[in-house]
């Protein structure tokens, strides 16, 4: 189970669930807090990726997503040369990867609209 010493600021509390997507905000860093009830020798890639300098683990489909779920908001660095999982669309100008129930749907997710080209007039490619 999750201890307290393993989260690095405001403990989640017993009624949260392992992975909720709790919202704080630490040293003017958002942070949405998914972080998974997994032991560190489980918390390994394809289906988790490790918070640099601590004891916090994530989903693999949260990197790259715009949101930083680690402290030092490793899981949005270096998304230039992350791949994207499933069917999304990856922005070209950020790296961010855009889900795909997301991508045609009117809303620029990436800066430079890459979700919303190809797209017909009326949503969906």
Excluded: F
Excluded at 28 to 41: I, P, T
Excluded at 73 to 97: I, K, N, P, R, Y
């Amino acid at each position: 189970d999750r201890s307290k010493e393993d989260v690095p600021y405001e403990a989640l509390s017993e009624a949260d669930v392992p992975h909720a997507a709790l919202s704080t905000e630490r040293e003017g860093l958002r942070l949405a807090k998914r972080w998974v009830d997994v032991s560190l020798s489980e918390c390994v890639a394809p289906r988790y990726y490790h918070c640099r300098g601590t004891m916090n683990c994530i989903y693999r489909e949260y990197l790259c997503d715009g949101a930083p779920d680690c402290l030092q908001a490793d899981d949005e660095a270096d998304c230039l040369s992350h791949e994207c999982l499933g069917s999304g669309v990856q922005c070209s100008d950020t790296g961010v990867c855009v889900s795909a129930s997301r991508v045609c749907n009117g809303c620029w997710d990436c800066p430079n609209g890459d979700d919303e080209r190809g797209c017909s007039p009326g949503g969906g490619e």
